[in-house]
């Protein structure tokens, strides 16, 4: 179907299509959904609570352990399960990135709208302040904000939202310019449809594919900027994420004496959800990209 007549609604089409059809597409997806039910099912996955300090049959802790038995992944220097921290640590890790891809979509797809429908000084005003907020240094920008603020993990929400709008609210924009001349929205003009009617009801349905194409890639930024803030000291102590199980081995010389399985699970955690974002922009580049196509 040619890009000048797509009916409202037609670039969801286009997605369930790449979907079913490119392997980049379904193993970004597949990674996502297996470590969502993995979040959603912590607790009854986790044997332990992922702070609990476990103890041996003869009334010593369990520290150091190595893996097997009744502890897969081993333990920490603390007697805590790896491998319950592990499976909770996929439950904070989809809280900040699914937190923050919301906001980003939010954010971006308002901004993308109304900058491309409205033009002119709307337009120009939206931009720069895009501009500004690409210009600063983002992890800089995140551990100042951590610092300032009591640890938590909503402050990297806030801050990746702050930061990372500008991506999506430019490609929505330049959507928005090509599909306001469209000539459904030339027609809803004349109806008398409203700004606002059109923009949500004609215009945004067209664009909303893209812009959650867009927070899928966040997810990955957002979990990879959590566990970086947390490595660096700047997260919370009070739970459990993939950042904080490589700052608490690097601390305890987890690497020094050989205790792998107690950091490189997270880190492939880490790589695997940060790869799926990249899974997912690669196989959906058709769509950001309409000159790629066959």
Known sequence: MNAKTDPPGSALQKILRVTGRDPYALAGIAIYLIFGLTALFANVIAPHDPLEILFLPDGRVAANQSPGGAFWLGTTNMGRDVFSQLVHGARSALVVGLSAALMVVIVGTLVGLFSGYFGGWVDSTLMRVGDIALSIPFLPFIIVLAAFLKPNVWNVVIGVAVLLWPNTGRIVRSQVLTLRERSY?????????????????????????????????????AIFTEASVSFLGFGPTDSVSWGFMLQDAFVSQALSRGAYYWFLPSGACIMLMVSAGFFISRGYEELLFPKLRD
Not at 187 to 199: E, F, N, P, Q, R
């Open 185 to 221: 929205v030339e027609a809803a003009k004349v109806s008398g449809a409203s700004h606002l009617s059109i923009l949500f009801t004609h215009i945004a349905p067209n664009v909303l594919p893209i812009s959650f194409l867009y927070g899928s890639i966040v997810v990955g930024w």
